[in-house]
């Protein structure tokens, strides 16, 4: 008796299609078997997914995940209704017959087939590197955008465009040691003019030694009304201020493509675009990234546009503060869309903050249990990223707390600490006397 046996090759197939898979043979004997097998962990694991018995004359399924999933068409013939990422990897028909000179002996043959299963990818994203983090003002820095793609099988190809159309970038390699070490050039000068940079420059140090970001000071109208019991609660005084260097090249950008497989037999594809950023021409620049993948029929995209951060909206809760409350300062978001991510400072104009630091990072500024001290002090908000800055003034009014008892009094009547307070109260009792 003679046995051949083939298994028709496979085009790759995507998750969700239905595959068939056929095994031909040819024989002059009489059938005794036909067994499927699953090929896993490099051939040295073979799973039986179905088996045709012909001396019985039954066929069941040995696997319970393809319990539901098969369906016998013909004696050589299995169908997976759903293919699944896992379905990936080899698969074997084996067929048997009965040798005509003895019905005892038993003739095998056996054929394989790859089945090569892709799966687009589900997500991508893009973000900033390393941010929030704090960025000069003055100095020319590098900057990096992370493009994330996940879910895909294989690996996609990824690009970035910039205002739509593609970013001609040099290929790096090999991931960089350190930040400076992704643009393998010296940063280009910049012009700064000394006119324009604020007077308190001087007094926080040199620009770029890692100080806090300079700032202009609040306005003098605002420290004359300090006390005044009629002002709007809370008051915000927003002054902005933009990198002043210019670059007299176009940018070089640098690119960088890493994946990574993932337990479920796909892979993460990150892409990095890195350059030396000029706010003047980035801000409010539409940068892209997109996804080529065989499993798609179009290009898959995630855009971001440089946004340097204006008109914040900040919030004080209670909007009436009462000694002994907890007050909380927060930065709800701004006029605009902001990318990146903006990196929060606080400080106290003029002094420490309540806890004695000399500035607190976050969105969120928290003084516990405020006293009378407090009453009228400034507190400056700096939103920066590396597109600019925006410096946010709040004033804090605190009124007295009836429900806290009263101390023992000092020579002149009054509270310790509560001098505002009774200058307050005696303030509008003499325009209430006049006014009658």
């Not at 590197?129 to 704090?134: E, F, N, S």
């Not at 590098?142 to 493009?147: A, D, E, R, S």
């Not at 806090?212 to 609040?218: E, I, L, V």
Request: aromatic content about 8%.
């Amino acid at each position: 008796a003679y046995l051949t046996v083939s298994i028709e090759p496979l085009p790759p197939v995507v998750v969700g299609d239905a595959v068939t898979l056929k095994c031909n043979f040819k024989t002059d004997g009489k059938m005794r078997e036909i067994v499927w097998y699953r090929v896993t962990d490099g051939g040295t694991i073979k799973q039986k997914i179905f088996t045709f018995d012909a001396m019985f004359s039954t066929n069941f399924s040995q696997m319970e995940n393809y319990r539901k999933r098969e369906d016998l068409v013909y004696q050589s013939t299995v169908r997976l209704p759903e293919v699944r990422i896992s379905d990936n990897g080899p698969y074997e028909c084996h067929v048997g017959i009965y040798d005509r000179a003895t019905r005892e002996k038993v003739v095998l043959a056996s054929g394989n087939v790859f089945l090569n299963v892709m799966a687009p990818p589900t997500s991508i994203s893009v973000l900033a590197a390393d941010t929030p983090a704090p960025f000069s003002r003055y100095q020319a820095q590098n900057f990096t955008l992370v493009c994330v793609v996940s879910g895909g099988k294989p690996a996609p190809l990824v690009y970035f465009k910039r205002d739509g159309e593609p970013i001609e970038a040099t290929p790096l390699p090999e991931p960089p040691a350190g930040a400076s070490s992704w643009a393998p050039r010296s940063l280009l000068h910049r012009d700064l003019d000394d006119t324009k940079v604020p007077k308190s420059l001087a007094a926080d140090g040199e620009p770029g030694m890692g100080n806090p970001f300079p700032t202009a000071d609040p306005p003098r109208g605002l420290a004359a009304e300090r006390d005044s019991v009629t002002e709007s609660i809370p008051e915000t005084v927003v002054s902005r201020e933009f990198p002043r260097w210019v670059h007299m090249a176009e940018p070089i950008y640098y690119f960088r493509h890493t994946h990574a497989p993932v337990s479920d037999g796909t892979v993460e594809a990150r892409a990095t675009l890195t350059w030396t950023l000029n706010p003047q021409i980035d801000n409010e620049a539409l940068f892209s990234c997109e996804v080529k993948h065989p499993a798609l029929s179009m290009p898959m995209q995630s855009e971001v546009t440089l946004v340097a951060p204006k008109g914040p909206k900040i919030t004080m809760t209670p909007t009436r503060a009462r000694v002994g409350d907890t007050v909380r300062i927060l930065v709800q978001g701004f006029q605009n869309e902001v990318f990146p991510e903006p990196l929060f400072t606080w400080t106290r104009v003029g002094s420490r903050l309540l806890d004695g630091s000399a500035e607190h990072d976050g969105k969120e500024l928290v003084l516990e249990r405020v006293p009378a001290e407090l009453n009228g002090s400034m507190y400056r908000c700096t939103a920066q990223n590396p597109l600019g800055s925006t410096d946010t003034h709040t004033r804090l009014i605190v009124f007295e707390n009836p429900n806290i008892p009263r101390g023992p009094e000092d020579s002149n009547g009054s509270l310790p600490g509560h001098r505002g307070f009774r200058f307050v109260l005696a303030l509008t009792l003499t325009v209430i006397l006049e006014l009658t």
